[in-house]
């Protein structure tokens, strides 16, 4: 495994990142489509830092072994080399990982945000110019979605089909009064006020940070009175408490804010229509686990698909930046696939550092390659008048508009 870089820790205290000019950011190359990807992505980080500091600061990458690479090189898919280096730098992104079939760990992403305790899965969507999208008018929508990402499903106990489990389940149920078919099989999702607290509270920080409009609690409160009702209840209870002075609920505000954040709540499937109708009227979304997985992949759709949208898991003093898509292994080693995801998850690990220049440069820099229509395939095929280019001149052509 490389390891020692020249660089510096980031620090994490009192609630702020404490960011050195060449913070050490260790990396997760990622299987499959990963390494073409990884390449093409740290070009662009290290051109967009070099540009937006004149030189003045770097990040000193370090490699770290997860995934396949890991299990090939050190016969385990999480190290515990690798959650030690993440613990230590605290900020990492990663590319996709081959899930392990059978035995072993469930999923190593899901390990990873549960050991580090990454209780917010961040989802921005947003569109940019000139990618192919299925809506009439897809600039629209741009929301940030904020998952819970420990409780919920993730934290969720099944009891299969007649297994002993279920039955001495339903047996207890059934003298509280329940109701429960016999041969069901069972499960359970714990949500607690502390973890949806903690993730409402992050939604609300962001929104009063970017300035941003409102914050909405996305819930199945309707049929779940206690679990994703609480969620709502919860939610709206922690706005008041700590966020008194800059939220207002929409109630109150009766389509005046006067500045403030507005906290607005709505029933899952409901928001899935609001935002194919009425997208600009959302800006940061809050929701337990579940919901939030549906709610990211459609708004991902809406502009154009997962190949572009990034993501992060984020704590207290730990974060990791991930794509969202998969290894996508048919193209492994072919220079072919889009880079986007992972890039733009960079954009959100240099927000979370505070570095803004360096996100926008980014930004810039993928509008106008998108805007030049030298793309990969994946958008080159759906956009009249472009030319597919290989990931590397991708990343090059962003690079050229970095300025
Ligand atoms: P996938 O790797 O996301 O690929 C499915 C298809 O999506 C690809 O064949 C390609 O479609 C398109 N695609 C994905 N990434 C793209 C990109 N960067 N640029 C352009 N097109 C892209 O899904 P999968 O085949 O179901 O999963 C493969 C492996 O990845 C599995 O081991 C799975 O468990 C793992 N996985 C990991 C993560 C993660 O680490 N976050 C997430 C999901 C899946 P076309 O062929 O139509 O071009």
Same mark, same amino acid.
């Given at each position: 495994?490389?390891?020692?870089?020249?660089?510096?820790?980031?620090?994490?205290?009192?609630?702020?990142?404490?960011?050195?000019?060449?913070?050490?950011? !260790?990396?997760? =190359?990622?299987?499959?489509?990963?390494?073409?990807?990884?390449?093409?992505?740290?070009?662009?980080? #290290?051109?967009?830092?070099?540009?937006?500091?004149?030189?003045?600061?770097?990040?000193?990458?370090?490699?770290?072994?997860?995934?396949?690479?890991?299990?090939?090189?050190?016969?385990?898919?999480?190290? =515990?080399?690798?959650?030690? &280096?993440?613990?230590?730098?605290?900020?990492?992104?990663?590319? !996709?990982?081959?899930?392990?079939?059978? *035995?072993?760990?469930?999923?190593?992403?899901?390990?990873?945000?549960?050991?580090?305790?990454?209780?917010?899965?961040?989802?921005?969507?947003?569109?940019?110019?000139?990618?192919?999208?299925?809506?009439?008018?897809?600039?629209?929508?741009?929301?940030?979605?904020?998952? =819970? #990402?420990?409780?919920?499903?993730?934290?969720?106990?099944?009891?299969?089909? #007649?297994?002993?489990?279920?039955?001495?389940?339903?047996?207890?149920?059934?003298?509280?009064?329940?109701?429960?078919?016999? *041969?069901?099989?069972?499960?359970?999702?714990?949500?607690?006020?502390?973890?949806?607290?903690?993730?409402?509270?992050?939604?609300?920080?962001?929104?009063?940070?970017?300035?941003?409009?409102?914050?909405?609690?996305?819930?199945?409160?309707?049929?779940?009175?206690?679990?994703?009702?609480?969620?709502?209840?919860?939610?709206?209870?922690?706005?008041?408490?700590?966020?008194?002075?800059?939220?207002?609920?929409?109630?109150?505000?009766?389509?005046?804010?006067?500045?403030?954040?507005?906290?607005?709540?709505?029933?899952?499937?409901?928001?899935?229509?609001?935002?194919?109708?009425?997208?600009?009227?959302?800006?940061?979304?809050?929701?337990?686990?579940?919901?939030?997985?549906?709610?990211?992949?459609?708004?991902?759709?809406? &502009?154009?698909?997962?190949?572009?949208?990034?993501?992060?898991?984020?704590?207290?003093?730990?974060?990791?930046?991930?794509?969202?898509?998969?290894?996508?292994?048919?193209?492994?080693?072919?220079?072919?696939?889009?880079?986007?995801?992972?890039?733009?998850?960079?954009?959100?690990?240099?927000?979370?550092?505070?570095?803004?220049?360096?996100?926008?440069?980014?930004?810039?820099?993928?509008?106008?390659?998108?805007?030049?229509?030298?793309?990969?395939?994946?958008?080159?095929?759906?956009? !009249?008048?472009?030319?597919?280019?290989?990931?590397?001149?991708?990343?090059?052509?962003?690079?050229?508009?970095?300025?």
């Amino acid at each position: 495994m490389p390891t020692q870089v020249e660089g510096a820790s980031i620090d994490f205290r009192d609630g702020q990142w404490i960011v050195p000019d060449h913070p050490i950011i !260790p990396f997760i =190359e990622g299987d499959g489509t990963g390494p073409d990807i990884w390449r093409a992505s740290a070009k662009v980080f #290290n051109a967009a830092v070099a540009t937006t500091s004149g030189g003045k600061r770097s990040v000193a990458w370090r490699e770290v072994l997860a995934g396949e690479k890991a299990f090939n090189q050190t016969g385990s898919w999480l190290p =515990e080399e690798t959650l030690g &280096v993440i613990r230590e730098h605290r900020i990492a992104i990663k590319g !996709p990982l081959t899930t392990p079939v059978g *035995g072993g760990i469930r999923s190593l992403n899901v390990a990873l945000r549960q050991i580090l305790d990454l209780y917010a899965c961040i989802r921005p969507v947003r569109y940019f110019e000139g990618v192919p999208s299925p809506m009439k008018d897809p600039g629209k929508l741009n929301i940030i979605i904020f998952r =819970e #990402n420990i409780e919920d499903v993730y934290a969720g106990i099944e009891y299969k089909a #007649n297994s002993a489990e279920a039955v001495a389940v339903i047996e207890f149920l059934t003298r509280y009064g329940a109701k429960i078919r016999e *041969g069901s099989a069972i499960g359970v999702k714990p949500m607690s006020k502390f973890g949806s607290q903690r993730l409402v509270t992050k939604a609300i920080q962001h929104a009063i940070k970017r300035k941003l409009s409102s914050v909405t609690l996305v819930h199945k409160g309707n049929i779940m009175k206690f679990t994703e009702g609480a969620f709502r209840d919860w939610g709206y209870e922690i706005a008041k408490e700590r966020f008194g002075a800059q939220t207002v609920t929409e109630a109150d505000a009766k389509g005046k804010a006067d500045g403030k954040v507005v906290m607005k709540d709505r029933i899952a499937d409901s928001m899935f229509q609001q935002l194919l109708l009425r997208p600009d009227e959302y800006s940061v979304v809050a929701s337990p686990n579940l919901n939030g997985d549906y709610l990211s992949d459609a708004a991902a759709a809406q &502009v154009g698909g997962l190949g572009l949208a990034p993501g992060g898991n984020v704590g207290d003093g730990y974060a990791v930046f991930e794509a969202t898509h998969g290894t996508a292994p048919k193209y492994a080693g072919q220079d072919k696939i889009n880079p986007s995801s992972v890039i733009l998850s960079g954009v959100m690990m240099f927000e979370e550092m505070g570095w803004d220049e360096v996100a926008r440069a980014i930004v810039r820099g993928l509008e106008g390659a998108i805007a030049s229509k030298r793309v990969t395939y994946d958008l080159a095929r759906q956009m !009249p008048g472009a030319t597919e280019v290989s990931t590397t001149a991708f990343a090059d052509a962003i690079i050229e508009h970095l300025a």
